[in-house]
């Protein structure tokens, strides 16, 4: 599973609780934190549909709310590009 | 029932009170809760309910910590002592701009479990999610809530009878779950939610 592959998960994860909103979907798009435009209702929802949709096309579970995630320097949740990033490094574990 | 505020790291949960009638009048008439069961239909109808509240629920103002904003409301009702249960119930965010990018409801929920489990020492607490409120059960299930059966045509919505989700969550099974809340706060934390 590449990178793009990653990100077209994210970005229609997204897509469906952003309906209604005016939004432009890119790699610098705030999860969460200062200048996020959706909470955390919203934010479980992708989660959740991320998790399920790379667990059947990697054929592996992947956890994004676990100590790991919260250990990471950098949060995945700052961006749509940290959480892609941090999405590969999961999937390239052992 | 419960009179003291419940502190959180983003919120604060504050004992409902009859000077929160206009604003949760307002809220309850938005079209997101439309999930909700059918409220007052002023707002002096709707001091008289808050002035009705029984001792055995507890209703809270969900309001940010930082700037004191209401935004939202969130109820444990039908506490039950000798069965050692409650419904968790009522739960609005009602300002839904002010909560973008910080873990409030969240946070809101893992209060409740806490004051429920913790100090009421309670084994079980259950809801019930109308079956077309399908972004609630998602995240009801992702924090710990498993489903356990429907209640055929039992809620009123929007004029016509819908299938209730009943779901529910063990205190042993909140001990577990209890680790996502804290990684959405504490992330919410690490990205400067405010």
């Known amino acids: 599973m590449d990178r793009s592959e990653v990100l077209k998960i994210i970005y229609e994860a997204l897509d469906l609780v952003l309906e209604g909103e005016e939004y432009e979907l890119n790699e610098r798009f705030v999860l969460f934190g200062n200048g996020a435009i959706i909470d955390s209702l919203d934010l479980v929802s992708v989660i959740v549909d991320v998790e399920s949709e790379i667990g059947d096309i990697a054929d592996k579970a992947i956890a994004l709310t676990d100590d790991q995630a919260l250990s990471q320097e950098v949060s995945p949740f700052d961006s749509v590009k940290n959480l892609a990033d941090y999405i590969m490094i999961l999937i390239m574990e052992e | 029932m419960e009179k003291n505020i419940l502190c959180g790291t983003f919120v604060d949960l504050i004992p409902l009170s009859i000077e929160d009638a206009e604003l949760t009048f307002k809220w309850r008439n938005l079209e997101r809760a439309q999930f909700l069961n059918k409220g007052s239909t002023s707002i002096d109808q709707q001091r008289a309910w808050i002035a009705a509240r029984p001792n055995s629920e507890t209703n809270w103002i969900i309001t940010l910590k930082q700037s004191g904003v209401k935004v939202g409301m969130l109820s444990l009702i039908n506490i039950n002592i000798k069965s050692r249960n409650a419904e968790s119930a009522r739960f609005l965010i009602g300002d839904e701009e002010a909560v973008k990018g910080i873990p409030v409801a969240a946070e809101a929920m893992k209060i409740l479990y806490d004051f429920a489990f913790m100090h009421l020492n309670l084994h079980k607490v259950y809801g019930q999610i109308a079956a077309t409120n399908k972004s609630m059960i998602k995240w009801q299930k992702y924090l710990?809530?498993?489903?356990?059966?429907?209640?055929?045509?039992?809620?009123?919505?929007?004029?016509?009878?819908?299938?209730?989700?009943?779901?529910?969550?063990?205190?042993?099974?909140?001990?577990?779950?209890?680790?996502?809340?804290?990684?959405?706060?504490?992330?919410?934390?690490?990205?400067?939610?405010?």
């Open chain 2, 144 to 194: 710990g809530m498993k489903e356990e059966g429907l209640l055929r045509q039992h809620l009123m919505i929007n004029g016509e009878l819908q299938d209730a989700v009943v779901m529910g969550i063990l205190s042993k099974e909140y001990m577990t779950s209890k680790k996502k809340f804290d990684v959405l706060i504490g992330l919410g934390a690490k990205n400067g939610s405010k």
